[in-house]
């Protein structure tokens, strides 16, 4: 039994029609994590890629910056 209360009126859903606002209601949630979980591992990949450029990159320049740095 789904209760909704609106503007002090009472609507009781039973039977059918509280099945399907059930379902409904079940699609969308689904969906929603979907959708959340399709963007959290787009997020970890680009993040993962992005890594596996700019460390290298990063341990090279460093590499150079130590052979050709200036000695003081």
Request: aromatic share 12%.
């Amino acid at each position: 039994m789904i209760v909704i209360t609106r503007n002090g009126e009472t609507t009781v859903l039973t039977g059918w029609r509280e099945w399907v606002v059930k379902i409904v209601i079940f699609l969308a949630a689904i969906l929603l994590f979907a959708v959340m979980a399709f963007l959290m591992f787009g997020l970890a990949v680009t993040i993962g890629a992005i890594a596996l450029v700019l460390i290298p990159a990063a341990i090279v320049v460093g590499l150079f910056a130590t052979i050709f740095g200036k000695r003081v």
